[in-house]
């Protein structure tokens, strides 16, 4: 009984590991690719890298410029110039509403991570 015990925690061990040794692999093979240095510096985004869906919004994105393009050769200049500027006022309007909510999301974080800490302190204070 002890004898299966055992052999079940290694293999629940093995499993609960492997993902630890895929990424230290995955690095090692990046930091020989690319250097050691480049590779410590942003280990994170070494080992969040998909190129199938890199590839896939490359492509996507090539397309879309495409058929823009196909589009604006049909309009008049003035035309073409009213739709670049609406495109880019629309872009802008997109970029500005993630970046807010990029910030509004840093806040929360900020605020949670702050509210242990004050809480502690709150507790002190009341001895």
Not at 14 to 25: C, S, V
Not at 112 to 118: E, K, L, M, W, Y
Request: no cysteine; proline share 3%; aromatic share 2%.
């Amino acid at each position: 009984m002890i004898d299966a015990e055992q052999e079940h925690q290694a293999a629940r061990d093995a499993l609960l590991h492997r993902p630890e040794r895929a990424q230290t692999a995955r690095l090692a093979a990046y930091a020989r690719a690319f250097g050691a240095e480049t590779v410590i510096r942003n280990q994170q985004a070494y080992l969040t890298t998909n190129p199938a869906q890199q590839a896939a919004r490359a492509t996507k994105t090539a397309k879309q410029a495409r058929e823009e393009a196909k589009l604006l050769r049909t309009l008049t200049p003035a035309e073409a110039a009213e739709r670049i500027e609406q495109t880019r006022a629309a872009q802008a309007a997109r970029d500005a509403q993630q970046a807010e909510q990029r910030r509004a999301a840093l806040h929360d974080q900020s605020q949670h991570r702050a509210a242990p800490s004050q809480a502690a302190s709150d507790r002190g204070h009341s001895l």
